[in-house]
């Protein structure tokens, strides 16, 4: 199941918004940036810049980023505009790999509504 429009950040000024007045969250391969919204649902927007490498690169990084959001969003409080910005050593992780960054970012922004192993 993807991904609701009202679910995603597309607009540039939601990006600058949270990426401006939000906290963030880093690992080795992605950056979480987290701002509490208005509304009762998460958006969350997904950003990978030129810096990872060609489109290739850079929709699969987005690919597996999107894939993981969506098995860990039934887990993570609501209310909340999050930012998953890439890093480029995410060009060489795996879906694993990401899946354990992303856990982690989650857990330092205590955005789980109980605790997740892994």
Do not use: H, Q, T
Not at 40 to 64: A, C, E, Q, Y
Not at 70 to 83: A, D, E, H, M, T
Not at 103 to 117: G, M, P, S
């Amino acid at each position: 199941m993807s991904m609701k429009d009202s679910e995603r950040i597309k607009k540039s000024y939601l990006f600058k918004k949270v990426y401006s007045y939000g906290k963030y969250y880093a690992e080795s391969c992605l950056v979480l940036y987290v701002l509490k919204g208005d509304e009762d649902i998460n958006k969350v927007g997904f950003s990978v810049s030129k810096k990872i490498g060609k489109s290739v690169k850079r929709n699969r990084v987005k690919r597996l980023m999107k894939e993981n959001y969506r098995k860990l969003s039934g887990k993570i409080k609501k209310g909340y505009l999050l930012v998953f910005a890439a890093r480029p050593k995410s060009s060489e992780a795996d879906y694993y790999g990401i899946e354990k960054e992303m856990i982690n970012a989650l857990k330092r922004a205590r955005l789980f509504k109980e605790d997740v192993k892994k």
